[in-house]
């Protein structure tokens, strides 16, 4: 089956992005009003979701709405091209990052600063998401398809626009970056930090509204489902405080290295720790969206903004 399921009516799609498995997964819940994707990911997956969509006897057609836990390319890129396939699809983004999807221009140039020449082929086209088709949310409203529900939380600390939902039906709470990183199978979470955004107290406050649904399992843009809430979120504090730690010492203790070279050996490390605690099947995942050189960039400035 193209898809995993995680019951009859919930399931997901590993979006197989750049011909790599558990780099992205996107949520797919079943309801009267049609199908609802969460995060679909950027725009150059869009033919392998179709693939997947048209092997299950669905088509565009069938897709109702996206729901976007925030804006960042690898979750959100493809919206506009996906509404330009199917107009009748409208998509929920939280109001800090809904100007964004209707007018892009801005966004990407920062994402230009920061992946030049591999723009195109990282994230290939944003494409703006028509005014009409946009729902905007600002947390605490519960979402209705048909007979289902879904509770929405805003939950920062990795992004300001960064909202997650729970599904009541499944059980399931889809926390996109929130919840960290961790494929399905390993036991590993690496929080995904990077700037301009960290907000280790909002990080925080979050990770509670997300215990507080006692959600059956969580599942993460990247990547997938996890049955063992309890243990996962308590290894998130836990790893988002030794992360906060460690770069805040090494800014305390040195002021004769480049932050780039700070940056490498604090992601050698976490590479290092990473590669301890995982299978090797999933060490390309983590090396390519776990991202601990980038985590270092934003707790870094997270930490210079508190003096």
Do not use: C
């Not at 109702?64 to 330009?84: C, F, K, M, Y």
């Amino acid at each position: 089956m193209p898809h995993r399921s995680i019951d009859a009516t919930t399931w997901f799609y590993d979006t197989e992005y750049q011909g790599h498995r558990f780099l992205i997964a996107t949520g797919v819940l079943e309801t009267e009003a049609g199908l609802l994707l969460i995060d679909p990911g950027p725009t150059p997956v869009l033919d392998t979701l179709e693939t997947k969509l048209q092997e299950d006897g669905f088509s565009w057609e069938d897709v109702h709405a996206v729901l976007l836990t925030h804006i960042h390319l690898d979750h959100a890129g493809a919206s506009g091209s996906l509404v330009e396939r199917a107009p009748h699809v409208q998509v929920a983004v939280h109001e800090r990052g809904a100007r964004h999807m209707v007018n892009p221009e801005r966004l990407l140039r920062s994402a230009r600063r920061i992946y030049g020449d591999r723009m195109e082929a990282l994230w290939g086209a944003f494409l703006p998401v028509p005014e009409a088709n946009v729902q905007v949310l600002s947390g605490d409203e519960t979402l209705t398809f048909g007979t289902r529900t879904l509770d929405v939380a805003y939950t920062p600390g990795h992004a300001q626009h960064h909202v997650s939902y729970f599904d009541e039906a499944s059980g399931t709470a889809f926390v996109g970056d929130v919840g960290g990183m961790r494929v399905t199978g390993a036991n590993y979470v690496l929080p995904v930090m990077p700037p301009p955004d960290v907000d280790l107290v909002a990080w925080k406050e979050s990770v509670d509204r997300v215990r507080a649904w006692s959600p059956a399992r969580l599942f993460l843009t990247h990547f997938g489902p996890h049955n063992d809430v309890k243990p996962h979120l308590e290894q998130m504090d836990a790893r988002v405080d030794a992360f906060a730690q460690s770069v805040r010492a090494m800014l305390d203790a040195t002021d004769d290295e480049d932050d780039e070279r700070l940056a490498q050996r604090f992601a050698a490390q976490e590479l290092d720790r990473m590669q301890a605690a995982t299978d090797e099947r999933f060490w390309t995942a983590y090396e390519q969206f776990g991202q601990p050189r980038d985590s270092w960039y934003g707790l870094a400035r997270y930490w210079r903004k508190q003096s």
